[in-house]
């Protein structure tokens, strides 16, 4: 059992950056590959990014890739997601979720594939 809690959303302009965490309380954080997904209003969550359990093969969206960083820090447990251009269109609540993983380089790209879920931060961008 893995709880995960996102944090560092907030209101920024458009072209601006923000930097979500989501802190696993787990002491076998590299168990776990982990994604970011996003649910806009009125919208079906979707996927945005995704990281194997040991770090090495992540993938991204093709509608974020080249602006959002997925990257983990297992000694501190911490999964990151460094969102930089933002656009009004990546406004949503973001989500970090988990899944034990036996493979250390496999990635999941597909909601149902995770089992842990965090309550969301909400991500905000003005035009």
């Known amino acids: 059992q893995v709880q995960v809690v996102e944090s560092g959303g907030g209101l920024v302009q458009a072209g601006g950056s923000l930097r979500l965490s989501c802190a696993a309380s787990?002491?076998?954080?590299?168990?776990?590959?982990m994604g970011w997904f996003r649910q806009a209003p009125g919208k079906e969550r979707e996927f945005v990014a995704a990281?194997?359990?040991?770090?090495?093969?992540?993938y991204s969206t093709e509608f974020v890739k080249g602006r959002f960083t997925i990257s983990r820090d297992n000694a501190a447990n911490t999964l990151y997601l460094q969102m930089n251009s933002l656009k009004p269109e990546d406004t949503a609540v973001y989500y970090c979720?988990?899944?034990?993983?036996?493979?250390?380089?496999?990635?999941?790209?597909?909601?149902?594939?995770?089992?842990?879920w965090g309550q969301g931060t909400q991500v905000t961008v003005s035009s």
């Open positions: 979720a988990a899944v034990r993983a036996l493979s250390r380089s496999r990635y999941y790209t597909r909601r149902s594939e995770y089992d842990y």
């Open positions: 990281v194997s359990r040991s770090g090495e093969m992540s």
């Open positions: 787990t002491g076998t954080f590299s168990s776990y590959a």
